[in-house]
């Protein structure tokens, strides 16, 4: 067997080889130096190599979803999965459902391929615990196959109850529930029905039991040591204030990481909120939101909203590698030592990531400024993307405390084939218009000029070096310049998760 | 009248054929259909494919059928 490819390496040879949208192992995303921060080992050794529940983890490992769950016991507003084409991408939609058989090998398919992989999670396209059986078959075949891939799951909460004890018994230490709302007046503007003990139930009914259901079943998990993820949605003049209330009491429910996630709610989709004009939050709504929720409790920002069969590190999505018809013709090596190899190796990485960091930080002056800084990166926690490849950028607030990342913006390549087009730049800067610095591993001149005039700096001379301790150093640079600092405008929230040019 | 699905309309998302008390659901080519000689309507009951449904108008009445006699 001819070695592994290990993406980590590939800032040594990143160097631009011309423009083109693929190639690469494609982009990621990178983490807050928060690591470890106030988290008990215990905990610390359960998420600290899953890419959804660690923020410094997203960047270095991968997760696969397998679509075995194709049916839902609620309605949600936001949802409709009636659609799947190639250019939309969000939770609810899968090209391709699975049998649990079919998803087991495609684990393993995909755990030979990509030694970042880390974690299964059965996210839909439906509800994972409307599926019982489908999805817990799916665990028994993937455990006695792949003993070392973390099992997770994400449900809507409303037959969670019932599976506790079966979630216990495979060892599915992460569990997620979408909790949209504590208040049924307020539910029963998200959820126009549930379907509950042989009975569909409709408006505050519906939503006063699921959100019953919702805190029985989290509460029972939270008992039994099992790490709950909230996800919310946030849903402008619907529940954006109220999910201050539903944040302060999902975590005095033992919740230990919150999701505010901003509605995806474009008329092409079809859900009832598109179609009828509601509209998603701005970045900083968002951001304002987050910030207010922000306590005693952790807070993800680098969730990417990724359909329900996605492959991958976050902000990418190979599941086009691993089609039912590829998978079958795939030879299949798992090497488990291989694996153990790539994740020790990432041990080493993050600590020096961090080592070098904390170096950094020493010596940075304490002052009231507050700087957006965007980043260009394929993963690894390196400045290490070409700015006309990139098709997200890291958004980091960068202060006295240090550099913290607060968010992701999706944009076109603005290169594609060798040049760019002036349209796709104008949707690029638009997209970071509230950034002070842009940070790329290369930069062609014109976007270089084109960035000067917008107001917002390009930055190239920490290609390939880690995140973090760049962009202090830059900031600390940027402080003594003197030149004085403007908060800048709005920047755009692109929809949708990413997507395999 | 028993139910039928509207193929064109149906997602295939598999929620029908388990909350079916009568086992009338089964999956063909890729959508769903109901037999009409199986299904009792859900007397007595709400029809649980009509409830559980995603697509609003996918699960119908079936009036090419007659009506089902106990």
């Given at each position: 067997?001819?070695?592994?490819?290990i993406?980590?390496?590939?800032?040594?040879?990143?160097?631009?080889?011309?423009c083109?949208?693929?190639?690469?192992?494609?982009?990621?995303s990178c983490?807050?130096?928060?690591?470890?921060?106030?988290?008990?080992?215990?905990?610390?050794?359960?998420?600290?190599?899953?890419?959804?529940?660690?923020?410094?983890?997203?960047?270095?490992?991968?997760?696969?979803?397998v679509?075995?769950?194709?049916?839902?016991?609620?309605?949600?507003?936001?949802?409709?999965?009636?659609?799947?084409?190639?250019n939309?991408s969000?939770p609810g939609?899968?090209?391709?459902?699975?049998t649990?058989?079919?998803?087991a090998?495609?684990?393993?398919?995909?755990a030979?391929?990509?030694?970042?992989?880390?974690?299964v999670?059965?996210?839909?396209p439906?509800?994972?615990?409307?599926?019982?059986?489908?999805?817990?078959?799916?665990?028994?075949?993937?455990q006695?196959?792949?003993?070392?891939?973390?099992?997770?799951?994400?449900?809507?909460?409303l037959?969670?109850?019932?599976?506790?004890?079966?979630?216990?018994d495979?060892?599915?230490?992460?569990?997620?529930?979408?909790?949209?709302m504590?208040?049924?007046?307020?539910?029963?503007?998200?959820?126009?029905?549930?379907?509950?003990?042989?009975?569909?139930?409709?408006?505050?009914?519906?939503?006063?039991?699921l959100?019953?259901?919702?805190?029985?079943?989290?509460?029972?998990?939270?008992?039994?040591?099992?790490?709950?993820?909230v996800n919310?949605?946030?849903?402008?003049?619907?529940n954006?204030?109220?999910?201050?209330?539903v944040?302060?009491?999902?975590?005095?429910?033992?919740?230990?990481?919150?999701?505010?996630?901003?509605?995806?709610?474009?008329?092409?989709?079809?859900?009832?909120?598109?179609l009828?004009?509601?509209r998603?939050?701005?970045?900083?709504?968002?951001?304002?939101?987050?910030?207010?929720?922000?306590?005693?409790?952790?807070?993800m920002r680098?969730?990417?909203?990724?359909?329900a069969d996605a492959?991958?590190?976050?902000g990418?999505?190979?599941?086009?590698e691993?089609?039912?018809?590829?998978?079958?013709e795939?030879?299949?090596?798992?090497d488990?030592?291989?694996?153990?190899?790539?994740?020790?190796?990432?041990?080493?990485?993050?600590?020096?990531q961090q080592?070098?960091?904390?170096?950094?930080?020493?010596g940075?002056?304490?002052?009231?400024?507050?700087a957006?800084?965007?980043?260009?990166?394929?993963?690894?926690g390196?400045?290490?993307?070409?700015?006309g490849?990139?098709s997200e950028?890291q958004?980091?607030?960068?202060?006295?405390?240090?550099?913290?990342?607060?968010?992701?913006r999706?944009?076109?390549?603005?290169?594609?084939?060798?040049?760019?087009?002036?349209?796709v730049?104008?949707?690029?800067?638009?997209?970071?218009?509230d950034?002070?610095?842009?940070?790329?591993?290369?930069?062609?001149?014109c976007?270089?000029?084109?960035?000067?005039?917008?107001?917002i700096?390009?930055?190239?001379?920490?290609?390939?070096?880690?995140?973090?301790?760049s962009?202090?150093?830059?900031?600390?640079?940027?402080?003594?310049?003197?030149?004085?600092?403007?908060?800048?405008g709005?920047?755009?929230?692109?929809?949708?998760?990413?997507?395999?040019? | 009248?028993?139910?039928?699905?509207i193929?064109?309309?149906?997602?295939?998302?598999t929620?029908?054929?388990?909350v079916?008390?009568?086992?009338?659901?089964?999956?063909?080519?890729?959508?769903?259909?109901?037999d009409?000689?199986?299904?009792?309507?859900?007397?007595?009951?709400?029809?649980?494919?009509?409830?559980?449904?995603?697509?609003?108008?996918c699960?119908?009445?079936?009036?090419?059928?007659?009506?089902?006699?106990?």
């Open positions: 067997m001819s070695p592994k490819v993406p980590i390496f590939e800032h040594a040879a990143a160097a631009s080889s011309g083109g949208s693929k190639g690469g192992s494609g982009k990621s983490g807050s130096g928060a690591g470890q921060g106030d988290l008990s080992p215990e905990i610390w050794e359960k998420v600290k190599n899953h890419p959804c529940y660690s923020e410094q983890a997203h960047h270095h490992f991968a997760r696969m979803h679509a075995v769950a194709p049916a839902c016991n609620i309605q949600c507003n936001y949802c409709n999965r009636k659609y799947d084409c190639s939309e969000r939609v899968v090209s391709e459902k699975l649990p058989e079919l998803a090998k495609k684990v393993l398919a995909v030979s391929e990509v030694p970042q992989l880390t974690v999670g059965i996210a839909g439906g509800d994972a615990l409307a599926n019982p059986e489908k999805t817990f078959k799916t665990f028994e075949l993937i006695k196959s792949a003993p070392d891939i973390r099992l997770c799951l994400s449900t809507n909460g037959m969670l109850p019932d599976h506790v004890q079966t979630i216990q495979f060892n599915v230490d992460h569990v997620t529930i979408t909790i949209n504590v208040d049924p007046e307020v539910g029963e503007h998200i959820y126009p029905w549930i379907y509950y003990n042989r009975k569909r139930w409709k408006g505050r009914d519906a939503a006063r039991i959100a019953e259901r919702q805190m029985e079943g989290l509460e029972m998990l939270t008992s039994r040591g099992i790490l709950v993820k919310s949605v946030m849903i402008p003049g619907i954006d204030q109220h999910l201050v209330e944040n302060r009491i999902v975590k005095s429910k033992g919740a230990f990481l919150h999701n505010i996630m901003p509605l995806i709610s474009e008329a092409e989709h079809g859900t009832f909120y598109g009828n004009g509601q998603g939050p701005t970045p900083q709504e968002l951001k304002t939101l987050q910030d207010d929720c922000e306590g005693e409790m952790n807070l680098h969730c990417r909203q990724c359909r492959v991958g590190l976050l990418e999505d190979r599941s086009a691993f089609t039912t018809e590829k998978v079958a795939m030879e299949v090596n798992y488990a030592q291989a694996r153990q190899a790539y994740q020790n190796f990432v041990e080493k990485e993050r600590a020096d080592a070098a960091l904390q170096t950094e930080l020493a940075l002056v304490s002052s009231d400024i507050k957006l800084v965007a980043v260009a990166t394929k993963g690894s390196r400045i290490n993307e070409h700015f490849h990139a950028f958004i980091y607030e960068l202060s006295a405390e240090g550099a913290k990342f607060v968010g992701h999706r944009v076109d390549h603005y290169c594609e084939g060798g040049y760019g087009e002036d349209e730049l104008e949707t690029v800067i638009s997209g970071i218009n950034c002070n610095a842009v940070f790329v591993a290369k930069i062609g001149r976007p270089k000029d084109d960035l000067e005039k917008a107001g700096e390009p930055v190239d001379a920490y290609a390939h070096e880690y995140i973090e301790q962009l202090i150093a830059w900031f600390k640079e940027y402080l003594a310049r003197g030149t004085g600092h403007t908060e800048r709005e920047g755009r929230l692109r929809q949708g998760a990413y997507i395999a040019a | 009248m028993p139910y039928k699905i193929a064109s309309t149906c997602t295939a998302c929620a029908c054929e388990p079916c008390p009568n086992v009338a659901i089964k999956a063909k080519n890729g959508t769903y259909v109901i009409p000689k199986k299904c009792t309507e859900c007397e007595g009951e709400d029809p649980q494919c009509v409830e559980v449904c995603p697509v609003d108008g699960v119908v009445v079936d009036k090419s059928v007659p009506r089902y006699v106990m």
